[in-house]
């Protein structure tokens, strides 16, 4: 599977966190997830190939992201419209396009996000700086999981790992979030972007 795909998961990878602290409970992670109407940030994102990317995320939830890499990638991954459209800077092809909830994303770029959903959940977890939660359709496991990783006191998302269906984990590593700005509908729209490249 393109390794964009996973959007898109994982290494024992981890940022400095701050001191000990107790698990957050799966619903102050689903009000937390519910509260994010839209968010700027800075990504890393290490490959399941080792490789490193960097790049700019703006997510407007519900069901709208974009990665915008950075140079020389220069790379574009965009969900909206219930599509994920993966635009490879190196091919003058149409963007690869996939259903949004055969990805794991979707799990937090949902509407109404309920963590203590029977069999959603499948590992949560504390280790002394983080809250860990791993996540999976339960419906569709075999499209992956995303596994979170959260600091308290505020709970903030910090990272996330994608487990895609052939088992490739990509690790996003977020900056700090500017949250609640305004982020308009062009920047998530898969087909005038087709049309702007000429794809």
Do not use: C
Not at 37 to 59: H, L, M, P, R, Y
């Amino acid at each position: 599977m393109n390794r964009r795909l996973a959007l898109l998961a994982p290494l024992a990878f981890l940022l400095p966190f701050p001191a000990l602290a107790e698990k957050i409970p799966l619903g102050a992670i689903s009000d937390y997830l519910n509260g994010l109407s839209t968010v700027e940030a800075d990504f890393t994102q290490v490959n399941s190939d080792g490789s490193i990317s960097t790049g700019k995320i703006f997510i407007k939830r519900p069901g709208r992201v974009r990665f915008e890499y950075a140079p020389p990638d220069r790379s574009l991954v965009i969900a909206g419209g219930n599509q994920v459209a993966i635009f490879d800077a190196k091919s003058n092809q149409p963007p690869e396009r996939y259903p949004l909830k055969r990805t794991p994303l979707n799990l937090i770029l949902a509407e109404n996000i309920d963590l203590s959903r029977a069999k959603m959940v499948v590992g949560h977890t504390e280790d002394g700086s983080s809250t860990r939660v791993r996540a999976q359709d339960p419906e569709n496991p075999e499209y992956g999981s995303i596994e979170l990783v959260f600091t308290a006191n505020p709970v903030e998302l910090r990272q996330w790992v994608i487990t895609d269906d052939l088992g490739a984990q990509t690790t996003v590593i977020l900056g700090e979030m500017k949250k609640g700005g305004q982020l308009g509908a062009r920047l998530f729209d898969i087909t005038a972007e087709t049309a702007a490249r000429g794809d």
